[in-house]
């Protein structure tokens, strides 16, 4: 297993166009948690699946945000209609429900909006 | 929710110095992790310290959980610890709260 892979490293996208960025998670991981990482600042959560159950979405930014975990092992985060306050590193993590042990982080999604 | 701070924001050392980070968390956590950032944006676990001390290498970790502050110590610094270093403390269902980084720069 190579660890938590991440699609694609860069995007660059206009405002108004939707991206959709892919994680791919450590194999026997069933948790997969989404956050987004501005400039100078820590990593902040946004969703996460068990499996492929969303069991939380409160913290996606707004309803132009969404995540999907079809078959509880890929998982896809959408923004629609990017805007150029949504720029910023979207990291993606996957470990074993129960325990914080072993979290793994992607190398990241980096989206420039112009 | 918790709140997470670090200090210093910014550190610059010499190759050879020691240095200490700290994290200060505003309320009782189950668990704190370090990570170092590298300079592609990939966060490596360094340390799963809920309390005591744990060595790896030339880095060691202290969390004082009543206390609710932890230490990251890099002794003997290299180049190759140059980035940026959060703590994050693991919230209910075990999602990550990070604090905003300490910013280390290792000159040769």
């Known amino acids: 297993d190579t660890g938590v892979s991440q699609n694609p490293r860069h995007k660059i996208t206009k405002r108004g166009q939707n991206v959709t960025f892919r994680c791919d998670p450590i194999s026997e991981h069933n948790r997969l948690y989404w956050y987004r990482q501005t400039l100078g600042q820590g990593p902040e959560f946004l969703t996460y699946f068990q499996n492929e159950a969303q069991l939380e979405k409160s913290r996606l930014l707004s309803d132009r945000f969404s995540a999907e975990r079809p078959k509880g092992s890929f998982s896809t985060l959408e923004i629609q209609r990017t805007e150029q306050g949504d720029s910023a590193m979207y990291l993606c993590a996957s470990s074993l429900a129960g325990t914080a042990y072993g979290y793994t982080f992607g190398s990241g999604t980096r989206l420039t909006v112009v | 929710g918790i709140q997470v701070e670090q200090s210093p924001p910014d550190l610059i050392l010499q190759e050879g110095a020691n240095s200490t980070l700290r994290c200060n968390f505003s309320?009782?956590?189950?668990?704190l992790q370090w990570f170092h950032q590298n300079p592609w944006g990939q966060l490596i676990n360094l340390f799963y310290?809920?309390?005591g001390t744990k060595q790896n290498g030339r880095l060691s970790a202290t969390t004082v959980a009543t206390e609710r502050y932890s230490l990251l110590y890099i002794s003997s610094s290299q180049t190759t610890d140059s980035g940026v270093y959060f703590c994050a403390v693991v919230t209910t269902d075990y999602k990550l709260s990070f604090g905003a980084g300490t910013t280390v720069t290792v000159r040769a």
């Open positions: 310290i809920p309390s």
């Open positions: 309320d009782s956590v189950n668990n």
